[in-house]
């Protein structure tokens, strides 16, 4: 049986991998005994994973959707500004409710960023304890 990992998984396991590089190259200076560091080995012939873009959420729950400057900090590219690549939006459960992103989902992605929506929870109805949150 083959384990599978998730591409959230994916990225924090290579954001591990990154600070632990990170973190040898920093300790193994003058700072600290090297041989009692783990040792790393980056084949760069050899691609295992691909990290498609560093992005952020926009969850009209937890706070207002986010205004046009925004939009132009989190996904421009210029000075003072972030470069995220990837937006991620929750689908919510209600079908009322999916059109709330839509503003946000096409501004970024006519900036050119990857937009991935998808709902946090089956819907409470198929659920043990009939309620979004557990269960």
Known sequence: ???SIDNTSLTKISL??????????IVSGSFAQTE???QEAIY???????????????ILDWRPDMTDA????AFGTGDGQLGFTILRLRVQPD???WSLNVRT??????MGV??????????????????????
Do not use: C, H
């Not at 990154?18 to 040898?24: A, P, Q, W």
């Not at 989902?105 to 006519?110: G, H, I, L, R, W």
């Not at 929506?117 to 949150?133: M, Q, R």
């Open 44 to 58: 760069l012939d050899n691609t295992k994973q691909v990290i498609r873009g560093f992005g952020a959420a926009n």
């Open 70 to 73: 925004e939009i132009e900090t």
């Open 16 to 25: 591990g991998v990154i600070v632990l590089l990170l973190n040898s190259i």
């Open 95 to 97: 079908s009322n409710q």
């Open 1 to 3: 049986m083959r384990a």
């Open 36 to 38: 009692f560091l783990p």
């Open 105 to 110: 989902a096409k501004k970024a992605y006519d």
């Open 114 to 135: 990857t937009i991935i929506a998808s709902p946090w929870s089956p819907p409470a109805s198929i659920k043990t304890n009939n309620d979004l949150v557990g269960g």
